[in-house]
């Protein structure tokens, strides 16, 4: 079956520019988290979501970055006025229960000029 | 909270040699332990993950973990690797009653032919 799909793979904007990025879970996975990894680092966490609404959402950076998952699949992550301090490459990941394996897509290279 | 500590930054071995790549892990609840591997220019894949009984855990590709709960430890190690094996590993931990994962910050590991 397909696994979590992100979109775009590649995304280039300039500073203060809003930007939206999409994330398609695997299909049936009711957990849906966001993660922002910077270069040699680790995935940091953003938000989860459980269904439609957002459980945890403690790793926001600041209130420029938002999240919605309206029906409980496809989620977007929106950023405002993007900072070069912006630029990472922007994680999904989706699971069947909060207990187990997360399973992640390819990402979105964020660059903010 | 949770934090995950990897040692090694960059990790060369030659071809068919064995490898241990290190993680130390801090929390005050009982935890669940995975490793991820990232291939250039792909999304997080499982490796292995612990959540309960048997320490030592075998996962795909040959490699195993062991948990060391007294050490506070979840090394990975393969008795020998091959040129397939170039890739960057995480570490990562999550609580029984959470939602994010804690990465470490990745092990790069070079096989040399």
């Known amino acids: 079956g397909a696994g979590v799909s992100q979109t775009p793979s590649n995304k280039v904007t300039e500073k203060g520019k809003y930007v939206e990025l999409r994330c398609d879970p695997i299909s049936g996975h009711t957990a849906l988290y966001w993660y922002r990894q910077s270069l040699g680092q680790g995935p940091e966490f953003l938000i989860y979501f459980q269904g439609t609404g957002a459980a945890d959402d403690s790793g926001l950076p600041n209130d420029r970055f938002f999240a919605v998952r309206p029906e409980g699949s496809v989620s977007t992550l929106k950023i405002q006025r993007t900072e070069r301090g912006d630029s990472a490459v922007y994680l999904c990941?989706?699971?069947?229960?909060?207990?187990?394996?997360?399973?992640f897509g390819p990402g979105t290279r964020l660059t903010v000029l | 909270a949770q934090s995950v500590t990897q040692l090694d930054s960059q990790v060369p071995v030659f071809e068919e040699a064995p490898v241990e790549l290190r993680c130390n892990y801090s929390?005050?609840?009982?935890?669940?332990l995975f490793w991820y591997v990232q291939y250039p220019n792909q999304g997080l894949q499982l490796l292995l993950k612990?959540?309960?009984?048997?320490?030592l855990v075998k996962g795909i590709n040959g490699f195993e973990a062991e948990f060391n709960k007294s050490q506070t430890s979840f090394h990975l190690r393969k008795p020998s690797v091959h040129i397939s094996d170039t890739a960057e590993y995480f570490c990562?931990?999550?609580?029984?009653?959470?939602?994010?994962?804690?990465f470490g910050t990745g092990t790069s590991l070079t096989v040399i032919p």
């Open positions: 929390s005050s609840v009982s935890v669940y």
């Open positions: 990562a931990v999550t609580t029984r009653a959470g939602n994010q994962f804690y």
């Open positions: 990941a989706s699971s069947q229960d909060t207990d187990n394996e997360q399973f």
């Open positions: 612990y959540l309960s009984g048997s320490t």
